[in-house]
């Protein structure tokens, strides 16, 4: 059924999701982005007919070992994945023919794999320390909301407020397995964290097809198109936020952090043809998602709401606790109107405050703070110790609830 459906042909014109690059709001985005890249972003009419079929495409490897797990006896594939994930597959004997083409690709080492930049990548992402975090949740997560189609499958889960702190716990548990310095060797966990994620979003995608909510003029579930926007949110999106604090980076931080992320894409089956390669080339391809990015709709505003809700709902019961939670939830909001902008902010349902100028007000603090750590000999290194240390503590209880939470899992829900 599943590869009946994901088969089925559709007209590139049919595709209703598909935003125009050539609107007016987009001239000064193309502007700034010529800019900073030294050429102009705006995609060719071949580009634009990649882009389609990229909005038409899922991930043949992954999709191929979901629709083997229904020939084995419950709970055997995923058996067969973690015990190839941990022993490799030639510990398998005689493993599925799907399996062994999907490890195939992913125990492919690229030839431009730079294991150098990746560890720096994981210094730059510590060095941050929680304003990452606020970066990912408030600007990369909240932001990809703004396409509806590309969070469609969220929607369909049915329980917003109850997946938002669930989304947030796992997408930090992820980032903190694939950031950790030698996460991605293949023995360790940011290896098979990104391979685990790369499956469930093939089942889930295997759902949608199956179920009667999707339908393909919004694309292919969970596309090529829509898995590489999101290594954008984790790269130049990502280092646009924090830039956008007065955080400063080299070109040579700025290249590792789009290659750590070329890689986690490349486990997590993008197309090499559509990962960028540099820094430029990210930039380039984040016009290029915004400039074909559909319009907003009501489900925007109910993700947004129940994301920025999760802040109220994690806070506890004392009325210190309550008070806090509500500070954060309108500082984030504030957040989100500062860098998103307040046409935004309304689509994602978002308080109007002045918190928003809180941000911009802190750059010349931290821009100083950050000309400190430039010319202090060792204080980069105390910062990403620091850094690493206050993720390593934010983390751990809130990923302990959501282990022992078993009564709900986002795959079974989207059967419903």
């Not at 006896?73 to 190839?84: E, I, S, Y």
């Not at 280092?239 to 980076?249: A, C, K, N, W, Y």
């Not at 935004?344 to 941000?359: C, E, N, Q, S």
């Amino acid at each position: 059924m599943t590869a009946m459906l994901a088969a089925r042909p559709l007209d590139h014109a049919q595709l209703n999701r598909v935003g125009d690059p050539g609107r007016p709001q987009m001239r000064r985005v193309r502007k700034l982005l010529s800019l900073m890249i030294g050429s102009d972003p705006q995609p060719s009419e071949g580009q634009m007919r990649v882009i389609r079929e990229h909005m038409l495409m899922g991930d043949r490897l992954a999709d191929a070992v979901v629709d083997m797990y229904k020939s084995l006896p419950a709970g055997q594939g995923r058996k067969l994945v973690d015990q190839a994930l941990v022993q490799g597959i030639e510990a398998l004997d005689n493993p599925p023919e799907a399996l062994q083409a999907l490890f195939n690709q992913i125990d492919h080492e690229p030839i431009w794999l730079d294991r150098e930049k990746l560890r720096l990548a994981c210094d730059v992402s510590h060095r941050v320390g929680l304003s990452g975090e606020l970066v990912l949740r408030n600007l990369s997560l909240m932001g990809g909301y703004l396409g509806a189609a590309a969070a469609k499958p969220l929607v369909f889960t049915g329980e917003l407020d109850r997946m938002a702190n669930r989304r947030l716990v796992e997408t930090g548990k992820f980032w903190m397995d694939v950031t950790t310095p030698g996460g991605l060797a293949r023995d360790q966990e940011g290896f098979k964290s990104a391979v685990r994620v790369r499956l469930m979003h093939s089942q889930v995608r295997a759902m949608l097809l199956q179920s009667d909510k999707w339908t393909m003029a919004w694309g292919h579930p969970l596309n090529q198109w829509d898995s590489m926007a999101t290594i954008l949110e984790f790269s130049v999106i990502f280092l646009t936020g924090l830039r956008s604090l007065g955080f400063i980076f080299s070109k040579k931080e700025r290249e590792a952090v789009v290659h750590l992320w070329r890689y986690v894409g490349y486990l997590m089956g993008v197309e090499e043809r559509i990962l960028p390669t540099c820094e430029a080339d990210a930039m380039r391809a984040f016009y290029q998602v915004v400039a074909t990015i559909c319009e907003s709709d009501d489900d925007t505003r109910k993700l947004g709401q129940a994301l920025a809700g999760a802040s109220l709902q994690d806070g506890g019961d004392s009325w210190a606790a309550k008070r806090l939670a509500r500070l954060e939830y309108t500082l984030r909001a504030g957040y989100t109107r500062y860098i998103l902008g307040d046409e935004a902010g309304d689509k994602l349902g978002l308080p109007r405050t002045a918190a928003k100028y809180v941000w911009p007000a802190q750059i010349p603090l931290r821009v100083g703070a950050e000309l400190v750590r430039k010319s202090v000999p060792g204080a980069n290194r105390v910062l990403v110790w620091l850094g690493a240390k206050a993720r390593r503590d934010q983390f751990p209880k809130r990923v302990q609830r959501l282990k022992a939470d078993t009564t709900f899992t986002p795959v079974k829900t989207l059967a419903r």
